[in-house]
């Protein structure tokens, strides 16, 4: 499978991985396998770490509480568990960069570091000077959340290769259906 890493932080890549959950929801980490390699392909860890069923399950209740922190309104406070679970992840070590005498850099961790990457992320995520760049994409059916570096911050999609580019597309189909058509060059010009 192939992943997508366009939120600007690795905690909301993370959330990302089941999409539109207001329809299909689909899951992106279907197996054990998929999660290790999704820590590989966001270049949390070189190789995959290993991942037995149970720590499946964590991870995936780890991505479930950091979607229901980002989802509860800014007015009420967060759900104290959550909080808890994901304090608790974050306080583990992190994978750990090595440099060989060949100039080669290896990222090394196992499952616990790779969730302490993803947790501390997503603590990061709400720190208050990130709080008016965290924002939801506004795709028609995506539920992806990402922190907009946007020199204006004006970002409006997660990415322009799916939900920019199909928003831009609806919107020159609905320009074209309201701009009347010029004449053809057989049709007479009215004098």
Known sequence: MTFEFVAGNLALDFVATV??????????LPTAGDLAQWFVDAGVVDAPPAVDETAYRLALQLRESIWGLLTTDADRPLDESAVA???????????????????????????????????RAAIDAFRPENAR?????????????????SRASN???????????????????????ATPPLPTPQQSLPR
Request: hydrophobic residues 35%; charged residues 35%.
């Open 19 to 28: 999409a539109e959950r207001r329809t299909t929801a689909e899951e992106r």
């Open 85 to 119: 679970d994901l304090n608790r992840q974050a306080a583990s070590p992190v994978p750990v960069a090595s440099l060989d005498a060949d100039r080669r850099v290896t990222t090394e961790g196992d499952l616990p570091a790779c969730l302490a990457a993803v947790a």
């Open 133 to 149: 760049h965290l924002k939801w994409c506004e795709g028609t059916d995506c539920t992806r959340p990402f922190l907009d570096a």
């Open 155 to 177: 970002r409006r999609w997660c990415g322009m290769a799916g939900c920019g580019d199909r928003a831009k597309a609806a919107a020159y189909r609905a320009r074209k259906r």
